[in-house]
């Protein structure tokens, strides 16, 4: 452990050169080996040794001797019932505190320890501060929201669209706030046809959460409802917590209808603005978004009239034109019945000339036709075919006579020739021949056997025989 300085344990740091730090003068041998440095020398360690020590750590305690110079730092006592210590919190730092601090406040500030090494005072450099009882929450803000953020609740994928148009409105907050107030003022400015309907709910305290969930139950079973509006106006944490309970944040991520977060200012934020569809910085702004501008409605109808009307009177202008065109083309019916009577007989004179000229024509083709037909008549060509007829019977008489006078005289010599050659000549001059019953001609003994019956055919007649022997 290091030696106690300023009434506080501190740690000790290896990095650090120990002869920073000489020992007392009791353990030195001689004035020759003393190590001295001066008061800023020695401040200057000893803030080095304390930021090192103590780089950010968080202290409650109560604001006394609070003054904020012209430079718009702040600089403080921070003290308990038992021990003080001074504070400075700069101006980057101071800005973005939401209140500012009194004498007998209580705080909760989140600080690096230091040492001020004109006075050699040591003192807290504060970065932040909030009220005490603040920080439980904050605390309990963060880890429901780790918690939520873990289970996608606050993931864009989940969230619905808010409708274009919203035609009826649900309002859950406080039916006296001003929130509702601001709500329905921007509502009937902006667009009066809006349906809003106002389920009330407590929107601080303890029982603020149950209501906001009952609330939230109730208008899903309000018919025509498309878009709500959950919020109240500003006000602190503690004001603010019933937004903060995770029986709410999950009542609106279960909501089937498009929810917009409005609790207090722009700069709060609470888990029902990460939760929720939609979040707006405040209820009047909450309102703008679920509502269309009339007057950008009666601008667009203000456009679109002027374009309809100059769209109807180029219209008439047209027609009137055309109007006019046929009023100029208009005539008396009587002389309109003049030219077609008049058209009438000159088409009738035409279809008498035109039938005069087709009956001259076809009896001009008739009688060519008459004539042509005459000359093709088949009686002449008949008498032709007759007379050819009558010379070409004569010639195939003739020719016939010729052919069977001289087939006669070859029939003759072939029937000499025959008789010649013919087996009944040879029979006639007394020869005779055998022949197999099947009419085969036996020529030699061999071809048949004792026994065997032949045909034996003479000049006249046939003998039928049985063999009785062969040589």
Request: with cysteine; charged share 20%.
């Amino acid at each position: 452990m290091c030696p106690d300085y300023a009434g506080s344990l501190l740690t000790c740091r290896k990095d650090l050169p120990m002869d920073r730090f000489p020992p007392p003068a009791s353990a030195a041998s001689g004035t020759s080996q003393r190590n001295v440095i001066s008061v800023s020398e020695l401040n200057r360690q000893a803030k080095r040794l304390l930021e090192i020590s103590f780089p950010s750590i968080w202290i409650e305690g109560e604001i006394s001797n609070f003054v904020r110079p012209a430079s718009g730092h702040w600089y403080f006592t921070l003290k308990d019932p038992s021990a003080q210590v001074r504070a400075a919190m700069f101006r980057n730092s101071n800005q973005r505190i939401r209140f500012l601090p009194r004498e007998g406040l209580q705080v909760l500030v989140r600080a690096r320890v230091s040492l001020y090494e004109g006075r050699g005072d040591y003192q807290l450099i504060v970065d932040h501060m909030e009220e005490a009882g603040e920080g439980a929450l904050r605390r309990a803000f963060e880890e429901l929201k780790n918690k939520l953020a873990q289970e996608g609740l606050f993931d864009d994928s989940r969230k619905q669209p808010l409708p274009s148009m919203p035609k009826h409105v649900g309002v859950i907050t406080s039916p006296t706030g001003a929130a509702i107030r601001d709500i329905l003022t921007i509502l009937k400015r902006r667009f009066p046809a809006t349906r809003i309907t106002i389920i009330p709910t407590a929107v601080q305290g303890n029982e603020a959460a149950g209501q906001i969930v009952r609330a939230l139950q109730l208008a899903e079973n309000v018919a025509g409802i498309d878009s709500l509006i959950v919020g109240r106006g500003g006000g602190s944490l503690e004001d603010l917590w019933p937004f903060n309970e995770e029986v709410v944040a999950r009542a609106i991520a279960a909501c089937p209808i498009p929810v917009v977060s409005a609790v207090g200012h722009e700069i709060d934020f609470t888990i029902a603005d990460f939760v929720a569809d939609h979040r707006a910085p405040t209820p009047s702004a909450a309102a703008e978004i679920l509502s269309q501008n009339q007057e950008d409605w009666r601008q667009t109808l203000r456009i679109y009239q002027r374009k309809l009307t100059s769209l109807i009177g180029t219209r008439l202008h047209l027609q009137q034109q055309a109007l006019n065109a046929l009023k100029n083309r208009l005539r008396h019916p009587g002389q309109k019945l003049q030219e077609h009577s008049q058209r009438l007989d000159d088409l009738s004179i035409r279809l008498q000339h035109a039938m005069r000229h087709q009956l001259l024509t076809r009896h001009n083709a008739l009688i060519s036709a008459d004539k042509h037909l005459r000359q093709a008549s088949p009686l002449h060509f008949v008498q032709q075919l007759k007379l050819q007829n009558r010379h070409f019977d004569l010639r195939l008489n003739a020719s016939m006579q010729s052919l069977l006078s001289r087939l006669k005289q070859d029939m003759a010599h072939l029937t000499g020739q025959l008789e010649t050659l013919s087996p009944l000549a040879t029979l006639s001059r007394g020869y005779a021949m055998a022949q197999t019953p099947d009419g085969k001609i036996i020529r030699k003994s061999q071809t048949v056997a004792e026994g065997d019956n032949i045909k034996v055919s003479l000049s006249e007649g046939h003998l039928v025989c049985s063999v009785t022997e062969t040589h």
